[in-house]
């Protein structure tokens, strides 16, 4: 069985402050997908990793992708308010269907 | 992107009625649609998968007489909750994809069951 594990789940910061959130899967995909949930709304489509060593940046988050360590990053780059919110990986196998990670609650303050 | 619309964004009904949530693609046609559901602070939790013009694909332990599926066509996917009683009372978000490797997600709808 897939599983799709996140660390940390929770993460608290100041504002300015750089992190990695760490998105590790237990079978081969090349496909990666990262969201970002803010409270009661639904997802929103951050990044689509789709090749080892892929790597994407938007803004403060950049994304990368080592298919063959089976991990991919997120990282943030000096991090402001309007970044709080939770963050979801996920990973497409063969059978077609998103595996979501557990889910990284970031919450960064003033 | 495209847009995947779902309606409604929000929903009360009283337990043992039933409920339909659509959910289209606006501006794509959509091989295959993804019904999920979410609890409180935790990830999403696929219920089924539906192709255009075949019956759901459930995942485990999911009821399919509880939660009917119905994929009429390229654009649109129907989630029924029949008979809702409080337990059902979630968010569901449907997914929407076509050749391309993105999923496109609907705005999730929150059901709550009284």
């Known amino acids: 069985e897939l599983k799709v594990e996140q660390n940390p789940l929770f993460l608290s910061m100041q504002e300015g402050k750089n992190y990695t959130i760490y998105c590790n899967y237990s079978?081969?995909?090349?496909?990666l997908y990262w969201y970002r949930q803010d409270p009661g709304k639904s997802l929103e489509s951050l990044f689509v990793?789709?090749?080892?060593?892929a790597v994407k940046q938007e803004g403060r988050l950049m994304a990368s992708l080592d298919t063959k360590a089976r991990l991919s990053t997120l990282h943030i780059t000096a991090a402001v308010h309007d970044l709080s919110a939770t963050y979801f990986c996920?990973?497409?196998?063969?059978?077609?269907?998103?595996?979501f990670g557990q889910g990284t609650r970031l919450t960064i303050n003033p | 992107g495209a847009v995947v619309s779902q309606h409604p964004s929000r929903v009360i009904c009283k337990s043992g009625t039933s409920v339909k949530i659509e959910c289209r693609s606006l501006?794509?046609?959509?091989?295959?649609m993804f019904w999920y559901r979410q609890f409180p602070k935790k990830s999403l939790m696929l219920m089924a998968t539906?192709?255009?013009?075949?019956?759901?694909?459930?995942e485990q332990g999911v009821e399919k007489d509880k939660f009917l599926i119905n994929h009429a066509s390229l654009t649109l996917s129907t989630l029924t909750v029949t008979s809702a009683h409080p337990e059902d009372s979630s968010f569901y978000i449907c997914?929407?994809?076509?050749?391309?490797?993105?999923?496109?997600f609907g705005q999730g709808t929150r059901l709550t069951v009284v």
């Open positions: 997914s929407a994809t076509w050749t391309g490797p993105e999923a496109f």
């Open positions: 079978t081969t995909s090349d496909r």
């Open positions: 990793l789709l090749s080892n060593g």
């Open positions: 996920a990973v497409l196998p063969g059978a077609q269907k998103l595996v």
């Open positions: 501006d794509f046609q959509a091989t295959t």
């Open positions: 539906s192709n255009e013009g075949s019956k759901a694909t459930y």
